[in-house]
C-alpha cells in the first residue's frame, strides 16, 4: 500500500512568495496531521484534522499560515507571504481510527527553503 | 509543565553494542507512549507503543522498550546495533486525557544515534 504522499520534496522560493505544500494520506485514515521540523524548535505540530474537520489548529504559527483537507484524500498547507523563517522540513501524517490513539503514518516532508 | 524529555542529544555507540536511549514524561498519570525513528530525508517511522498491560513491549528492528510508572520512563533498548540503526529516533506521548483517536502527539527533541563500524 502507498503511504503518506507529500509534494514537492523539496522547494526553494523567494520570501514574499505563497508556497503551497500536498500531501495525500493513506487510504482509509481519517486523522490527518501537519508538522514542521526545525533545528531550534525540534518537531511542532501544526494542525490537525478529523474526517476532513480542523480539530485543533493552535499550532499555527501566524495568520500568514492557513490549511485545508477538502475531502478525505488532500490537504493542502499554504503560506502567504512566505518569510525566510518559514524555511522547515514539514511533515504530514495520518492515522485510522481505533480502540485508543493510533500511530501516525509519516510522509518523507517538504523541505522548504524561503530566500 | 506536562511533556515528555530525551536527555541524551547524542549518543555515539560501536557496532555490536548495546543501546539504551532515555526518555521520561512528567504527566500525573501514564500517558500513552510512543518511539519513532528518523532516518536522513525521510519521515519518522513507528518503532513501537505501549498503552497498558506488559511494561516490556517488543517493535520492529529488533527494538524494545520497558515502562517504568515508578521512573516515569519509557527507554528504548537495542541488544547489538547494527550500522544501519544510525538515525534520530523521537520519544513520544499522547497526554492520558486525550485517549480518543483525536489525541495529538508530543514529541521530545530527539536523540540522534551514530554508530561506529
Known amino acids: 500500500d502507498a503511504g503518506v504522499i507529500q509534494s514537492p520534496r523539496h522547494e526553494v522560493t523567494e520570501m514574499g512568495q505563497e508556497v503551497t505544500l500536498r500531501c495525500k494520506p493513506i487510504s482509509g485514515h481519517n486523522s490527518l496531521f501537519w508538522y514542521r521540523q526545525t533545528m531550534m524548535r525540534g518537531l511542532e505540530l501544526l494542525i490537525y484534522f478529523n474526517n476532513n474537520v480542523p480539530i485543533d489548529d493552535s499550532g499555527m504559527p501566524e495568520d500568514r499560515f492557513s490549511a485545508k483537507m477538502p475531502n478525505a484524500s488532500f490537504s493542502t498547507l499554504k503560506i502567504q507571504p512566505s518569510e525566510p523563517r518559514d524555511s522547515a522540513v514539514y511533515f504530514c501524517?495520518?492515522?485510522?481510527?481505533?480502540?485508543?490513539?493510533?500511530?501516525?503514518?509519516f510522509g518523507d516532508g517538504t523541505r522548504l527553503s524561503i530566500l | 509543565a506536562q511533556s515528555v524529555t530525551q536527555p541524551d542529544i547524542h549518543i555515539t555507540v560501536s557496532e555490536g553494542a548495546s543501546l539504551e536511549l532515555r526518555c521520561n514524561y512528567s504527566?500525573?498519570?501514564?500517558?500513552?507512549l510512543f518511539w519513532y525513528v528518523q532516518s536522513p530525508g525521510q519521515g519518522l517511522q513507528l518503532l513501537l507503543k505501549?498503552?497498558?498491560?506488559?511494561?516490556l513491549v517488543q517493535g520492529i528492528k529488533g527494538f524494545e522498550a520497558e515502562f517504568k510508572r515508578s521512573q516515569s520512563s519509557f527507554n528504548l533498548r537495542k541488544p547489538s546495533v547494527h550500522w544501519s540503526d544510525a538515525a534520530e529516533y523521537f520519544c513520544?506521548?499522547?497526554?492520558?486525557?486525550?485517549?480518543?483517536?483525536?489525541?495529538?502527539?508530543?514529541f521530545g527533541r530527539g536523540t540522534q544515534l551514530t554508530v561506529w563500524p
Open positions: 504527566y500525573g498519570a501514564t500517558p500513552y
Open positions: 501524517a495520518s492515522s485510522s481510527s481505533g480502540q485508543g490513539p493510533q500511530p501516525q503514518h
Open positions: 505501549y498503552f497498558s498491560g506488559d511494561t
Open positions: 513520544a506521548v499522547v497526554p492520558p486525557d486525550r485517549g480518543s483517536t483525536l489525541g495529538r502527539l508530543y
